[in-house]
Every structure is written in structure tokens, then in C-alpha cells.
């Protein structure tokens, strides 16, 4: 059976009240469409029809081109059977349809197979959950036997068909030559005049066709995002879940629900990330791993025995074994630590490779750099890297010493063992083992005396 999937993404979303087209706000930092598809993908679809109107382009320009994708715009919204119509004729004739909603984040590939599953055979699959509270969803009617009679809207249903629990999710799988003529017969003579996909329901009990229902257990996977609000529960929801699956894998999470995650993280044994962690992009982390409260990992590699402290920020680094980072330090991309590196408090590094057991442990600056082993970057120092136009280099060899407040002015090279005074500009290469002081000599006035205010001017500062 070939599948081929189509997928809704044409609505405004006036309740968002944004520019940005409904689809396109995001749920760990993607597109919620791009959720959908990822879950679709999952199912191995031929192809995947992407439904679009309201910002068209921008829809477009945010998902990564892909021969699998085919766009199709909808540019009346006439309701969701409208939409489906928009695609049908790019859709194999043999092919099995699945009919997905760009708002709908959280949908899982499982509850998605068993609906595929379900509608073999020639019947209608629909997806539907029992819900405590139905208001909003449109209710399933069924005959004294069970079997579906058709889907009813809220807007016209009557009282005692409003306390129906069982709802209709949008979720359906049929075969293309039946979902076509059952959308040929769908009209909008209804209170939204609008031309309802779920009328294909009725349409396939009279044509004789089984409506097989998949009852979605987990009613999380149903939730439609059309506000801000329900936005921010989907977020919480997902990020919960993605807390649940660390946890298991043997994680600890100090606070599950104070721990996000927008993009792909590996752990090794018994890490432990504090609260208000935040991991973004692809992050690996190696065994005993530990991050700090409010730290932010961003595209990094993290080895053994790693601890990053409080309040620190990692992006496109490599931290090798037994490393530690911060507080409150900030590692931009490029930056390689070796073992037992030591980058501390209010310490920025870029482009810097970091060479075993070497420090920079407070208020440095190291940029386009190469420092070797055993290293001291004191407090205070500065690689002054970048002239206006280029950046350059600045290499400091093994076990060099680079006092306090100094500044380093690229391109220079500090040979091994060679030190550097506290409070020095270094604009010349210093050869190994030498010491170099260019600070100005320190001068003694004893009879020099301070400035003092008279008392008509101390009156007037008071």
C-alpha cells in the first residue's frame, strides 16, 4: 500500500494574534509543522502535501526543501474538506491518504500507524477520543450497535447531542478514490457555510463503507494550538515528555518541569542538569556529566567527568574529560577545551583551543587562540584579536604565565615557559622562557599633596 499523507497548514490563526502565519510558531524552538512532519516522515509516505494559504511564502521559506514535500495553496479558505479538495488531484490514484493538521504539534507516528492500519480494507479510519470536557469538538454519532453514524459540529448540534463525549480529532486515512468522491459530495450548507471535512463521514456510511474508529488514549497528541496560551501548554506538555524519556535513559533533572530541551541531546551515565537548564541544537554529553542551574548548551560536545557551573553559556565548543567551566563564563563557537582545562567566572572564549590542565579562571578575553598545556591566563588579560578589518592570531605555548591585566596584541606569540608581567601589552613575539615587563616604573611623590575642596564648595555640594 502506498501512503501519501497531506497536511493542513493554511489557516491564519487569528487568535495568535501575530503576522507570522499560525504554523510557524514554534514548539522547542521548530515550526509546529515541523513537528507534523517529522511525524509523518516517521510513516515512510511517498509524498507529503503540504496545504497552504495564509503566508504561503513564509510557510515555505521555513521548511527545508525536500523531494518528499510537494506544496499545494489553498488561497480561499473555504474549510478543511476544501483544503483536502486543494490536494486530491496531485494524489496517486492507488495511493492511501492520510489527512494531518499543521497545528496539531504533538500527534505521535504510533497512534498515526494505527489509524493507516485501521482504514485498510476499503474502510474509513477516524481517530476519536473521549474527552471530559467536549465543548468546541465536533461529536461522533453512532447507531444502538456502535458503528459511526457520521460527525456532527458543535454549531449544529442539538443539547443532547452536545453531551456526547466522543470527539472527532480531524485525524482520518482512507484510499484516494474513495476520500475524492466522498469530497465531491461534501456542500457547506451548514452554520459556518463552510465545506467540512467531517462530512465525509456521513458520506462513507452511505456509500456503505465501514468507519473504523482508533480511540487516542493519550489526549495530548490531540491538542490544537489556536492561542498563545494553548501554544505555551503544548510547549510544556512536549518538553515534559522529552524530561520523561532523559529521566528513563538514567538522567537526573533537579526540576523535570524547569528543564528544556529544543533539539537533540545524548547523555552518557549518571549526568545531572540542574534547573533552568537549556539545551538547544545537537549537545552530547559523556558520563558524570554535570551542568548547573540557568546554563544554556548550545551545538557542543561534552566529555567525562565535565562540570559546567551556574549561569554559563556553551555554544559550538568541545569540552574534553574532567573540564570545568564557569560560573558565569561564556564559551562562543570554536572552542575546544582539552583535559582539565579550567575556564572560570566572567571568562569569554572564541576560536580558542585550550590546552590540558591550562586555566583562565576569572574576567579574561581569549579569542583566536591557541594556548597550550599548563597555562596561566591571569585576571584582567585580553587576546586583542581583531584590528577593524581582520582577525589574527595568538598563540601561547605550554606552560607559559600571562599576568593579571595584560593585553596580548595579535598576531604575537608567547613562547613555552616564557611569563608574562601583570599589566603588560605584549605587541611583539616573546621567546621561551623570558620574562617581559612593559609596564610604565612606578614613581613616588612624597610631596605631592590632594586637591582640596574649600568650604563654600563643600557647602554647595551638600
Not at 454519532?141 to 470527539?167: H, K, W, Y
Not at 541531546?265 to 548547573?292: H, K, P, W, Y
Not at 577593524?388 to 595584560?406: C, L, M, R, V
Request: charged share 20%.
Amino acid at each position: 500500500m502506498t501512503l501519501e499523507v497531506i497536511v493542513l497548514a493554511a489557516g491564519k490563526g487569528t487568535r495568535m494574534h501575530s503576522a507570522l502565519p499560525k504554523v510557524l510558531h514554534e514548539i522547542a524552538a521548530l515550526p509546529m509543522l515541523a513537528h507534523v512532519l517529522e511525524a509523518a516522515q516517521q510513516l515512510s509516505p511517498s509524498r507529503i502535501h503540504i496545504v497552504c494559504g495564509f503566508g504561503a511564502k513564509a510557510v515555505r521559506e521555513a521548511i527545508a526543501e525536500s523531494p518528499q514535500l510537494h506544496w499545494v495553496e489553498q488561497s480561499e479558505q473555504l474549510g478543511t474538506a476544501h483544503a483536502v479538495r486543494q490536494a486530491m488531484p496531485h494524489v496517486a490514484k492507488d495511493a492511501h491518504v492520510l489527512i494531518l493538521y499543521g497545528d496539531v504539534p504533538l500527534i505521535q507516528p504510533a497512534t498515526l500507524q494505527q489509524l493507516v492500519e485501521q482504514s485498510g480494507a476499503g474502510h474509513l479510519g477516524l481517530l476519536t477520543a473521549h474527552v471530559e470536557n467536549p465543548t468546541g469538538y465536533g461529536r461522533i454519532l453512532r447507531t444502538d450497535d456502535g458503528a459511526v453514524l457520521s460527525i456532527i459540529e458543535e454549531a449544529d448540534a442539538n443539547e443532547e447531542q452536545r453531551a456526547i463525549r466522543e470527539i472527532n480529532t480531524g485525524f482520518m486515512a482512507a484510499s484516494s478514490p474513495q476520500l475524492a468522491r466522498w469530497l465531491d459530495s461534501v456542500d457547506n450548507q451548514n452554520a459556518q457555510a463552510e465545506f467540512y471535512l467531517t462530512d465525509v463521514v456521513a458520506h462513507a456510511v452511505s456509500d456503505g463503507t465501514h468507519v473504523a474508529t482508533v480511540n487516542c488514549v493519550d489526549l495530548s497528541e490531540i491538542i490544537g494550538v489556536n492561542s498563545r496560551s494553548e501554544l505555551a501548554k503544548a510547549e510544556r506538555i512536549f518538553q515534559r515528555s522529552q524530561a520523561e524519556k532523559l529521566m528513563d535513559a538514567g538522567v537526573t533533572l533537579e526540576d523535570p518541569a524547569r528543564f528544556d530541551l529544543r533539539g537533540r541531546l545524548t547523555c552518557g551515565q549518571d549526568c545531572r542538569i540542574d534547573i533552568n537548564v537549556v539545551i538547544s541544537g545537537e549537545v552530547s554529553l559523556g558520563d558524570n556529566v554535570v551542568i548547573g542551574p540557568n546554563c544554556q548548551i548550545i551545538d557542543s560536545a561534552i566529555g567525562n567527568h565535565v562540570e559546567i557551573r551556574a549561569n554559563s553559556v556553551v555554544e559550538g565548543a568541545r569540552i574534553a574529560n574532567h573540564a570545568t567551566v564557569g560560573p558565569f563564563a561564556r564559551l562562543r563557537p570554536g572552542t575546544d577545551l582539552a583535559e582539565h582545562a579550567r575556564i572560570g567566572n566572567f571568562v569569554e572564549t572564541k576560536n580558542a583551543v585550550i590546552g590540558a590542565d591550562s586555566k583562565a579562571n576569572h574576567l579574561a578575553y581569549v579569542g583566536d587562540a591557541n594556548v597550550g598545556e599548563r597555562v596561566n591566563i591571569g585576571a584582567g588579560v585580553i587576546t586583542c584579536n581583531y584590528d577593524g578589518a581582520n582577525k589574527h592570531q595568538t598563540t601561547i605555548e605550554d606552560d607559559a604565565f600571562i599576568g593579571s591585566n595584560s593585553a596580548l596584541v595579535a598576531p604575537v606569540t608567547v613562547g613555552k615557559g616564557a611569563t608574562v608581567g601583570a599589566g603588560s601589552a605584549i605587541n611583539r613575539d616573546v621567546a621561551p622562557g623570558q620574562l617581559v615587563v612593559t609596564r610604565a616604573e612606578q614613581t613616588v611623590r612624597d610631596e605631592w599633596q590632594r586637591p582640596a575642596k574649600n568650604a563654600s564648595k563643600k557647602s554647595q555640594d551638600a
